[in-house]
């Protein structure tokens, strides 16, 4: 197939320099993914028994690491909360990657069907079927429960995926993505975390890597051609999608399930010096691609700061 150059692509630029050809992105994304995809079901070795003594989540990304109450906590008990924890942060992404495939496929949905562009979106959409599927293996292997987002949030997001705009829905994929990468950045070469949980993090960060750079290019792309409302628009909407990504990001609910008390945990967790950095380097990568190219401006950044995401 030949490819088709953007025919404006050397007008448009931003702070961060030229924009690349599109067509050529999503080759080069395309070639990728034919080199380093992969099933799940197969690379994953899902009959081997659980370690004794590992954890299921580095015990400093644990939201009650360094608190009074860890410290209160025996050690088997804080590995107990690692599990469930990693179920909680499986489930949150299980819930943002169908979003994510829902926004994709709106994306694509008038654009030409035989471009990279558009196969890619299909290879993306594909990958994430596969993560979920996989996140939600992790969870059942766990012995835990899901742990869904709470209702309002749940059903808030029906709104989102109806009337995103293309700037926000990008905006809001790099949300979930990014924060979630970085934490398994850490976990895959941690050799106190269980091996399938490094394992599933391994292939997770390997295929996000590209779905983050779609998404980066694309949303440059955006920002500089959209409509002003649509920019300020995504300004507010990434704020509020920070928000609730901060409020839903671990379900108190596991705190209940390892016999902590759910209120005092919550207090520790908020109060945490520790948890904040967490965070915040979790999404300085992202805040400071998006403070480039325009996102945190106006009444956006102040949701983002009241996030906690941003000092």
Known sequence: MTTVPDPDIRLLRDALGPLRDREQVAQRLLESSARHSFDPDRELDWDAPYTEGKWFWPPELVSLYDTPL?????????MELSRHEAASLATLGIWFEIILMQLLARHIYDKPVTSHHVRYALTEIADECRHSMMFARLIEKGGT????????????ARILKTVSTTPGSFAATLLGEEILDWMQRLTFPDERVQPLIRGATRIHVVEEARHVRYAREELRRQMVTARRWERELTRISSGQAARVFSICFISPEVYTRVGLDRREAMAQVRASGHRREV??????RLTDFLDDIGVLTGPGRRLWRSSGLIA
């Open 70 to 78: 860890w410290n209160r906590m025996s050690e088997e008990r804080r």
């Open 145 to 156: 429960p899901a742990y869904p987002v709470p209702r309002v949030h749940h059903n808030l």
């Open 279 to 284: 965070m915040r380097s979790g999404a300085k």
